[in-house]
């Protein structure tokens, strides 16, 4: 069955969030294997192994996937330019964790903030809570979240791939009803 029949698009203003496919491969490879972008997300290494990102969009468009994947697309449905990506992971108790990064090209240009506003407005998992985390020399992804109405939970740790060591977290939380 065709993923992106499953998975809503979501348009914003400026780009839309549609569901990634295998043409973003190249694209999204490129990115995820800048170094700057790898030491803000815990789960892309450095260097970027061959077949991590191919995986990823397999995994991403299987139907039995826990994890929903949008591009953050410039050039509407039917595809652009890849500006950066966004998910959001399956919880228990109908929540989703909601995790994102921006190519560095388009960094300081607010996609993050439409993007994570996109998915709480458009809530497309029907979700009654959305969760999130931040490195704690990551302000600007904290901004983002609080913008959007997500409230400070606590300090945590998680374990970044690219940097090989465990880093300081913010965690944050979004009750949508």
């Known amino acids: 069955m065709d993923v992106s029949l499953q998975q809503k698009t979501l348009m ?39 077949g991590l990102i191919a995986g990823f969009i397999e995994r991403a468009m299987a139907p039995d996937r826990d994890e929903d994947v949008w591009v953050m697309d410039e050039g509407g449905e039917h595809g652009g330019e890849v500006m950066g990506v966004i998910t959001l992971t399956r919880l228990d108790r109908n929540q989703s964790e909601v995790a994102y990064w921006v190519a560095p090209p388009f960094w300081n240009t607010h996609l993050a903030s439409d993007a994570v506003q996109a998915l709480v407005s458009g809530n497309p998992l029907d979700n009654d809570a959305m969760f999130a985390s931040v490195f704690h020399d990551n302000p600007a992804s904290a901004k983002v979240l609080t913008n959007a109405g997500f409230a400070y939970l606590g300090d945590a740790e998680t374990f970044c791939l690219a940097r090989n060591a465990t880093v300081p977290t913010w965690t944050y939380s979004l009750k949508l009803r």
């Not at 043409?23 to 170094?35: F, G, M, N, Q, V």
């Open 12 to 50: 914003t203003e400026r780009f839309s969030l549609r569901p990634v496919r295998v043409s973003d491969l190249t694209r999204i490879e490129h990115y995820a294997s800048d170094k700057r972008l790898a030491m803000n997300t815990p789960r892309l290494p450095h260097p970027l192994p061959p």
